[in-house]
Every structure is written in structure tokens, then in C-alpha cells.
Nanobody, 121 residues
Framework: QVQLVESGGGLVQPGGSLRLSCAAS????????MTWYRQAPGKQRELVAS???????NYADFVKGRFTISRDNAQNTVYLQMNSLEPGDTAGYHC???????????????WGQGTQVTVSS
């Protein structure tokens, strides 16, 4: 069994900051790319940022310069530092990870339950 558990969401005023965390637990041999997605009510899910095991990052244009993704491989955790938050950032934020459970196995994708971020004055 593998679980991804997000935390750190909440209500913040425009211009504020939040730091999201997503911790993977269970039988895990190795984690490859970890990604943050978000989905607002009535909208499609969109990629926010991703980070490879080696630390390579990719960002959606709408968060460049405001959000920073990072990971701690020893803790099987990915972070999303969100600064200069805007009302348009309001959404449920979910993490996804490609996880290899045993050395002889392949990678499978896993999702967390999500954490709500609300940006409002």
C-alpha cells in the first residue's frame, strides 16, 4: 500500500504565501517524478509544477516566478512554496508521484487526496 498525503493548504489573503507538502509512505523503493496539479470548481485539472528525482523542475507559465517546487528524496516528500498568491490560485491542490515499489518492478502513478487553497480577502 502506498499513500500520498498533502498538507499545508488553507485560507490566505492575496499576496500571501503558503507552503504545501506531500509525503509518500508505504512500501517504496524509489520515486521518480513528483508533480503538483490543481483543479478549481468547474475547471479542468492543470499541471502546476513537477520535479524529477534529480531535481529538474518544470513550471506552468501562470506560476513562474511565484511558486517553487522542491523535494526531499530521503523523506519521500515534495513541497510547493507558493508566494504572491492570487485569487485565481484558489483550487484543490493534488500531488502525483511515479513510484517504484520494488527494485524489480515498474513505476506506477499515485495520487493524493488533495489540500484546499483559498486566496481571498
Amino acid at each position: 500500500q502506498v499513500q500520498l498525503v498533502e498538507s499545508g493548504g488553507g485560507l490566505v489573503q492575496p499576496g500571501g504565501s503558503l507552503r504545501l507538502s506531500c509525503a509518500a509512505s508505504g512500501i517504496i523503493f524509489r520515486i521518480n517524478t513528483m508533480t503538483w496539479y490543481r483543479q478549481a470548481p468547474g475547471k479542468q485539472r492543470e499541471l502546476v509544477a513537477s520535479v524529477t528525482r534529480g531535481g529538474g523542475t518544470n513550471y506552468a507559465d501562470f506560476v513562474k516566478g511565484r511558486f517553487t517546487i522542491s523535494r526531499d528524496n530521503a523523506q519521500n516528500t515534495v513541497y510547493l512554496q507558493m508566494n504572491s498568491l492570487e485569487p485565481g490560485d484558489t483550487a484543490g491542490y493534488h500531488c502525483h508521484a511515479y513510484i517504484q515499489r520494488v527494485s524489480s518492478g515498474g513505476y506506477n502513478g499515485y495520487w493524493g487526496q488533495g489540500t484546499q487553497v483559498t486566496v481571498s480577502s
